[in-house]
């Protein structure tokens, strides 16, 4: 049977250093798997951003299209009723013209009848 001798002061120092070692290795491990967990979250959270994004961005493109059909209808309005108030305007000369030469007759006539009755 073999005979177990106790460790020599070098062997125990060595295990101490292997044993301090081994923590820090643990500890690493732990601080490594704690970024990897923070790292896959964000890029979860950019994934889910980014999927969210897309529907988003159709719906803007729909309302855009809808705004630019609006002001196109909005400017063919917009051109008619330029137009009507241009003939208004043209309408409201002619009688503006037309009260202004029934005017003058009446001047005429009034005066022809002052210069009568005189």
Request: proline residues 3%.
């Amino acid at each position: 049977m073999p005979v177990v001798q106790p460790p020599s002061i070098y062997e125990v120092g060595v295990i101490e250093d292997l044993s301090t070692r081994l923590g820090n290795l643990e500890y690493r491990h732990r601080q490594l798997v704690k970024k990897v967990i923070q790292v896959s979250d964000a890029k979860v959270a950019a994934g889910v951003s980014i999927r969210e994004i897309g529907p988003r961005g159709f719906a803007i493109e729909g309302q855009v299209q809808v705004m630019a059909s609006q002001m196109v209808r909005a400017t063919d309005r917009f051109g008619q009723v330029g137009a009507q108030v241009e003939q208004g305007q043209q309408t409201a000369t002619q009688r503006d013209e037309v009260i202004a030469g029934l005017t003058l007759q009446v001047q005429a006539v009034v005066q022809q009848r002052d210069t009568q009755i005189q």
